[in-house]
């Protein structure tokens, strides 16, 4: 697979606890600029774009960017209105359902249809091999149960239209969001597995090169051919440093707190540094079990 341009995809990955029990990933948010592009299409204006497409794939993309700014768009319009409204109601349900919903679905959901780089960014004081090796379970487990989920949903489609139209829809954004993190975890794994061989083939070329057993220009020139995925790690001190100013505060109040447990004053100021979304990363912390 070629790419036209390099695309990154950057995660953020913040222990909650020092023991490594709790974990938050999340993609940096794609800039507001292009959502609201996808937005204010018109429906004349997406059939141009998607004609436009070849692969059937693109333009499902295409058509789920389009869907998905209109429906952020209504349910501002639902959030925005009077307290005791049956919109406003409607809103506090739909907000409800949304909490329940696994953070590590929100998490595959949100990784790029197209990217050649994964920018994993990490706390100093973690390992970069215990991050991807987190990360690689998420990846591997989420596309089997999400893809699960995305035929139960469609095949309740039928039965939910002859319901009330809030249970239909509501049935019909989970078949989008099932989709879009099978789609999503399948992507991750992809790029962590074939970067993982390239990395082999790497060492496999040194090893040979120290023992005089190849030619290293054909063999890096056979291997540069095609447009390969890159997975690169950058440990933050900044990050680590955020954990242990929060473990000293709280020792200096003098509250039992889990061993360099993140507070979420620190946390706050984390998510508005890098662009990360707070609710999200908390609904980490409230989880019994991680995916």
Same mark, same amino acid.
């Given at each position: 697979?070629?790419?036209?341009?390099?695309?990154?995809?950057?995660?953020?990955?913040?222990?909650?606890?020092?023991?490594?029990?709790?974990? !938050?990933?999340?993609?940096?948010?794609?800039?507001?600029?292009?959502?609201?592009? %996808?937005?204010?299409?018109?429906?004349? +204006?997406?059939?141009?774009?998607?004609?436009?497409?070849?692969?059937?794939?693109?333009?499902?993309?295409?058509?789920?960017?389009?869907?998905?700014?209109?429906?952020?768009?209504?349910?501002?319009?639902?959030?925005?209105?009077?307290?005791?409204?049956?919109?406003?109601?409607? %809103?506090?349900?739909?907000?409800?359902?949304?909490?329940?919903?696994?953070?590590?679905?929100?998490?595959?959901?949100?990784?790029?249809? +197209?990217?050649?780089?994964?920018?994993?960014?990490?706390? !100093?004081?973690?390992?970069? /091999?215990?991050?991807?090796?987190?990360?690689? $379970?998420?990846?591997?487990?989420?596309?089997?149960?999400?893809?699960?989920?995305?035929?139960?949903?469609?095949?309740? $489609?039928?039965? /939910?239209?002859?319901?009330?139209?809030?249970?239909?829809?509501?049935?019909?954004?989970?078949?989008? !969001?099932?989709?879009?993190?099978?789609?999503?975890?399948?992507?991750?794994?992809?790029?962590?597995?074939?970067?993982?061989?390239?990395?082999?083939?790497?060492?496999?070329?040194?090893?040979?090169?120290?023992?005089?057993?190849?030619?290293?220009?054909?063999?890096?020139?056979? !291997?540069?051919?095609?447009?390969?995925?890159?997975?690169?790690? +950058?440990?933050?001190?900044? $990050?680590?440093?955020?954990?242990?100013?929060?473990?000293?505060?709280?020792?200096?109040?003098?509250?039992?707190?889990?061993?360099?447990?993140?507070?979420?004053?620190? $946390?706050?100021?984390?998510?508005?540094?890098?662009?990360?979304?707070?609710?999200?990363?908390?609904?980490?912390?409230?989880?019994?079990?991680?995916?």
């Amino acid at each position: 697979m070629t790419f036209s341009k390099q695309i990154t995809c950057r995660i953020f990955t913040i222990p909650l606890e020092h023991t490594g029990r709790r974990w !938050a990933f999340q993609v940096q948010s794609v800039p507001e600029s292009v959502t609201e592009a %996808a937005g204010q299409t018109s429906l004349s +204006e997406l059939a141009t774009k998607i004609q436009g497409k070849e692969k059937f794939n693109d333009r499902l993309q295409l058509l789920s960017a389009w869907g998905t700014a209109k429906a952020k768009a209504q349910w501002a319009d639902l959030e925005g209105a009077p307290p005791k409204s049956l919109k406003k109601r409607l %809103a506090n349900l739909g907000n409800y359902l949304l909490s329940k919903i696994h953070p590590a679905e929100n998490f595959l959901k949100s990784i790029p249809p +197209e990217f050649t780089t994964l920018h994993v960014v990490h706390p !100093a004081d973690v390992h970069s /091999t215990l991050v991807r090796r987190r990360i690689r $379970l998420i990846a591997k487990r989420g596309p089997n149960i999400h893809r699960w989920w995305t035929y139960a949903s469609i095949s309740a $489609l039928p039965v /939910t239209f002859l319901l009330p139209s809030p249970v239909f829809f509501y049935n019909l954004f989970r078949v989008h !969001a099932n989709w879009s993190s099978w789609k999503g975890g399948s992507r991750l794994l992809a790029h962590l597995e074939q970067s993982s061989a390239i990395l082999r083939t790497s060492s496999q070329i040194k090893a040979k090169e120290l023992k005089g057993l190849s030619h290293p220009e054909k063999e890096k020139g056979n !291997a540069g051919q095609t447009s390969m995925p890159v997975l690169r790690f +950058e440990s933050s001190k900044e $990050l680590s440093s955020k954990i242990i100013a929060s473990k000293e505060k709280k020792r200096k109040a003098g509250d039992k707190v889990p061993s360099k447990q993140i507070i979420d004053e620190q $946390l706050e100021i984390i998510c508005k540094r890098h662009g990360l979304d707070l609710p999200s990363i908390l609904r980490w912390r409230n989880i019994s079990v991680q995916a």
